[in-house]
């Protein structure tokens, strides 16, 4: 499969909550190695929490962000409303920018598509 986004860079938006089970926080460092394993470079990451009752796990999510600050932004919301709403919030935060999208659902991890340009 071959698909060519160069016309934008895609964009992949993951909801995100954390209590302290560390198994979470393994899924998501696979689910973020992934993305960043893919063949073509020209994407970004929003990942949205929502209320996280891990202060550790929100910290985190800044040292995530750092690690590539301006392919990952982290929005942290101020009320738990599930998934779908997170989902709805990177939506509208990419809605200015008419890029590609792709939903990144945890535990889900990211093979390295051959041939996909992103």
């Known amino acids: 499969m071959s698909v060519d986004f160069s016309k934008g860079t895609a964009t992949f938006v993951m909801s995100h909550w954390r209590n302290d089970n560390e198994c979470s926080r ?3 460092d696979q689910a973020i190695d992934g993305i960043f394993a893919q063949t073509d470079s020209n994407w970004q990451l929003v990942i949205v929490d929502d209320l ?43 809605m200015k920018k008419g890029r590609p ?15 996909l340009k992103l």
């Not at 999208?101 to 990211?110: A, G, K, N, T, V």
Request: aromatic share 14%; charged share 25%; with cysteine.
């Open 26 to 28: 393994f899924y998501l």
């Open 101 to 115: 999208l792709y939903f990144s659902m945890m535990p889900m991890i990211y093979p390295i598509l051959k041939g």
């Open 52 to 94: 996280s009752p891990c202060a550790e796990a929100r910290e985190y999510l800044l040292e995530v962000r750092k690690r590539s600050p301006q392919k990952i932004h982290v929005i942290f919301k101020d009320t738990n409303d599930g998934p779908g709403i997170c989902r709805n919030i990177g939506i509208k935060w990419l």
